[in-house]
């Protein structure tokens, strides 16, 4: 819509027909008078609109600024209570509970474990890696990632660093006579 002029050249034109060559005339419901009145509202209520679209606009904005004024303020609140609960336990778990609804995990904010190198290396192989030019053809890439294999502990030899393989009596379900597995 044209805030400028809402009323369209065709219009305008039949307008301008009425004020002239055809004032004199009169057909049933419409005349030059009646056209301009239909002309003269449809002006005011495009007015009306333009003025209503800006007092939208501007309610939204303030309506943006005071959610995030809340988000920001919402999360600092929990972080707070978050330390008054640590020696309070009676309320903790309400904290907890509250952080849960919010989507928030329970722990609170800090350098994560292995951002500060106190996690565990991971064990195992180094994942392998396929050749650069492969005669097959590559394959699609899927959007899931593919999961890690899960790490076996071995028993007290790997916390020493010596890699022994465990011998064929000690895995369950192989018999000593023959190396052989049974079901168990």
């Known amino acids: 819509m044209d805030v400028a002029d809402p ?3 065709s219009v305008q034109a039949l ?3 009425f004020a002239s060559e055809l004032s004199h005339v009169s057909f049933p419901g419409v005349d030059r008078a009646i056209l301009e009145q239909v002309v003269t509202d449809v002006r005011t209520h495009t007015e009306a609109v333009v003025k209503a679209e800006a007092a939208l606009e501007a309610a939204r904005a303030a309506l943006r ?17 978050r330390v008054y609960a640590e020696d309070h336990p009676d309320i903790r778990s309400k904290v907890d509970s509250v952080a849960r609804i919010a989507g928030v995990s329970s722990s609170p904010p800090g350098p994560s474990k292995e951002a500060s ?12 890696v396929k050749p650069a030019a492969s005669a097959e053809p590559a394959a699609e890439p899927s959007d899931a990632t593919p999961a890690a294999p899960p790490v076996m502990e071995l028993g007290p030899s790997s ?3 010596e890699e022994t393989a465990p011998e064929p009596s000690e895995l369950p379900g192989v018999s000593e006579q023959n190396g052989s597995a049974h079901p168990a």
């Open 65 to 81: 600024e005071s959610e995030e004024t809340l988000s920001s303020k919402t999360t600092k609140a929990l972080a707070y209570a």
């Open 117 to 128: 190198g106190d996690a565990p290396k991971r064990r195992g192989r180094p994942a392998k």
């Open 159 to 161: 916390m020493t660093g």
């Open 15 to 17: 307008m301008d027909l």
């Open 7 to 9: 009323i369209p050249p």
